[in-house]
């Protein structure tokens, strides 16, 4: 019978994120599978601009800040330099899909040996809940008090990972959420999927992970939990979309 | 070879493993020649999607450990300011070069040394220097890349290249010393990201949220600059001892300067030339010296002024008088001449 256990690739510290948070899951699925692929001691994480731009506290690796956006610019940097290490990115909307769309976009297109773990809670978290690109059509939030609408020219919810799949340097992009034990486990497996993709050098590797931000929705942790799967799952269809 | 040529491969000889660039003119033999030396020495070359990119690309490959460069021109720098605050705030390791053109905005891709304030001021957001080596000629240019490399490996800090776009264009013999003049050890990079094996994991960061760890941080900093400050200043001097009128000039319009003081010269009148070498740190002691006596210095920029606030805070009891021009617009010797000239009625 497995233990469960603290994955080494994770300190052993208390948590700072909202209660119902999406990070915490997150973080352990990441540690989890660079374990179980035996890469912790060559590993280099981005922690991206946002709730968890302090993921070196938690993780028990090498990790880099990045400005917001260029994660994947400074994974670029990192990888090219030492290709034998596992290299990998952790964002979230705003920053891969808004500011740094253009870094997103080339480093997916140069097909960069990398792995990106796109974390999609429909908001800005950290600067208190502002329209992301992700953002639901109707979604109240303090940049769209009337609730996001095409409209009024805030455009639509940007499907980044359909978009990334249609390029070359793409070999696996994938959509899962955190909101069931049968997520959770399907998430790990993409992530794990990602990483191996990578010591398998076979291109650039995107798994967008839908993930509850109940503080900035205003719901209680199970609500927020629902919301995912009752709407966000409209607008962006859990699966395998490419490899 | 051209300025901009010698500077690629002084690079390449000072063990740049890394270079991302973006076409922007006049520096655009810069990403050319790396294009093509590095493939051939197993080195890495990107052409980034955006200068904000390849100057984050060049923050990753110094996260790495790795001796890594950026070029750019005017424009193109000030989109590298953002870059250039995380490489200070996390001490990393860089060298980039401006091949300056004329502004502000677009300009257009004459000489120019307008970016002054931006190289020597910081830049971007935040309290930070850079140290900014300003060559007057394709041999120096190559001489300050190679030392470059050493001071930002051993200060932890982003290197300035302030050169021209008459640097960068312009061809002239050159050879290339086997090492930089730089003669302090350089250490291990052991904070680098080079995976946490047998050693507890490293982090790169400039964000300090807890109480009090920001502030000590840049004390921390404060320090470091002011060590810099205080032994790495570096000038030239040309004919300044016993001139009546010393002028000061740096990187392409030194040159310049120096043609204008041998004719003054030859009809007695005995100008001498004073140049920053690094225009971050200032040598305000040395020029200070060199003027001791004068009643009056000179300076010309291709500029509307900027290096001539650096002087006035050097000789604050002299005259400092300024000749400048901007927009693609370059003092001539006889402009030099004409206003030496016109100082010596004044006396």
Not at chain 1, 19 to 30: D, E, K, Q
Not at chain 1, 158 to 170: D, T, Y
Not at chain 2, 130 to 137: E, G
């Amino acid at each position: 019978m497995k233990k469960f256990i603290r994955p080494q690739s994770l300190k052993d510290v208390d948590t700072h994120y909202c209660s119902g948070c999406g990070h915490g899951i997150l973080h352990r699925l990441v540690a989890e599978a660079i374990d179980e692929l035996g890469v912790r001691e060559k590993t280099v994480g981005i922690a991206p601009v946002g709730c968890a731009v302090v993921a070196y506290d938690y993780w028990n690796f090498d990790v880099s800040e990045a400005a917001h956006g260029r994660a994947l610019a400074v994974a670029t940097g990192i990888k090219r330099c030492l290709p034998d290490n596992i290299v990998f990115t952790y964002q979230g909307d705003g920053d891969l899909a808004s500011i740094g769309a253009a870094e997103t976009l080339h480093a997916a297109n140069r097909g960069e040996n990398l792995t990106c773990v796109f974390v999609n809670n429909a908001c800005y978290g950290m600067t208190g809940g502002q329209m992301a690109p992700t953002t639901l059509i109707g979604q109240k939030t303090t940049t769209t008090p009337l609730g996001r609408n095409p409209k009024f020219g805030e455009g639509w919810p940007l499907k980044i990972s359909e978009i990334l799949a249609l390029l070359n340097g793409v070999c696996f992009a994938a959509r899962t959420s955190l909101t069931s034990p049968k997520n959770v486990r399907e998430t790990y497996s993409c992530v794990k999927k990602a990483f191996s993709n990578q010591i398998e050098k076979k291109g650039f590797s995107i798994v967008e992970v839908l993930s509850p931000c109940p503080t900035i929705w205003q719901k209680t942790p199970v609500e927020a939990m629902k919301w995912i799967d009752e709407e966000m799952v409209k607008e962006f269809p859990l699966g395998v979309i490419k490899g | 070879m051209t300025g901009n040529e010698a500077m690629a491969e002084a690079a390449i000889k000072s063990g740049c493993v890394f270079y991302a660039g973006y076409p922007i003119t006049p520096q655009n033999e810069i990403p050319a020649y790396m294009a093509r030396r590095m493939k051939e020495e197993g080195r890495v070359f990107i052409q980034a999607e955006s200068e904000l990119a390849a100057i984050n690309m060049v923050f990753g490959a110094s996260a790495s450990g790795a001796r890594a460069m950026a070029s750019s021109s005017s424009p193109g720098i000030s989109l590298k300011q953002e870059g250039i605050s995380y490489l200070s705030g996390c001490q990393l390791p860089a060298l980039i070069i401006n091949v300056q053109r004329a502004g502000p905005g677009l300009g257009n891709i004459t000489s120019s040394q307008s970016d002054y304030f931006q190289a020597t001021r910081g830049g971007g957001h935040g309290d930070y220097f850079n140290i900014t080596l300003c060559p007057w000629s394709v041999d120096e240019a190559v001489e300050l890349v190679m030392l470059g490399f050493d001071l930002a490996d051993y200060y932890r800090n982003p290197i300035i290249i302030l050169a021209d776009a008459i640097i960068g264009q312009m061809m002239e013999p050159v050879s290339f010393p086997l090492k930089s003049g730089f003669n302090k050890k350089l250490s291990s990079k052991d904070w680098a990201l080079t995976g946490a094996k047998g050693r507890a994991p490293n982090s790169i960061q400039s964000l300090f949220l807890k109480e009090g760890v920001l502030y000590e941080h840049n004390e921390m900093l404060r320090k470091k600059w002011e060590k810099i400050r205080d032994s790495e200043q570096r000038y030239a001097l040309d004919k300044a001892e016993g001139a009546q009128i010393l002028i000061v000039a740096y990187g392409s319009q030194a040159r310049i300067t120096v043609e204008a003081i041998d004719l003054l010269r030859k009809k007695g009148v005995k100008a001498g030339l004073f140049r920053p070498i690094t225009a971050w740190p200032y040598p305000y002691q040395a020029l200070k010296e060199a003027a001791k006596g004068l009643k009056r210095v000179l300076v010309v920029e291709q500029s509307l002024g900027q290096m001539v606030e650096d002087v006035k805070l050097a000789l604050s009891d002299k005259e400092v008088h300024f000749l400048g021009k901007a927009g693609g617009g370059i003092p001539s010797v006889l402009e030099i001449i004409e206003t030496v000239n016109n100082l010596s009625f004044i006396s």
